[in-house]
């Protein structure tokens, strides 16, 4: 997996002060997507174990992590999204993951990653359907809390 970049003390990806981190490969290519620059998966820098481990480090200060891009659940970024979010509950379970996908809930709601997760932002961005909720590009997509869910891992 590679990725674009990370915020640090990000506080409009979700609740609280978050750190931020934005991957590369989406196959959606919304029209009027802002971050097309995170489009192609060989763009960016290889998520690399010390940068992994330089962004959970990070982590110790904030409430959460949010994964954005590109699309987190591009299927060549699946595995190193669920090893980051293992490491990162194993490590801050008291803290929240929050995850933009293009993908529907029920297109993805099988990923065993999906179990690590507990805020889910859905849908393809629309930018015909412009929004002033909160975390969202666009009326369509879905704040879905998924804390339910993670009961069971």
Known sequence: MNYDRYYTDDL???EGIRLTLFV???QHAC??????????RKAGQP????????????CARHDGLSLS????L???????????????????????????TGYEHAEVRDLP???????????????????????????NQRLIRLRHECAAR
Do not use: M
């Open 31 to 40: 029209p009027g997507c802002y971050n097309r620059s995170t489009w192609d």
């Open 12 to 14: 409009v990806n979700g």
């Open 69 to 72: 891009g590109g699309d987190p």
């Open 47 to 58: 998520f690399s174990e010390t940068v992994r481990d330089r962004v959970l480090d990070l």
């Open 113 to 139: 990653l999906l179990a690590w997760v507990d805020v889910l932002i859905d849908g393809r961005y629309r930018q015909d359907l412009p929004t002033t909720l909160p975390w969202r590009g666009s009326a």
């Open 74 to 100: 591009h299927p060549h970024n699946r595995p190193a999204i669920l090893d980051l979010c293992q490491r990162f509950k194993a490590r801050y379970p008291d803290k929240d993951i929050w995850l933009w």
């Open 24 to 26: 590369t490969g989406c």
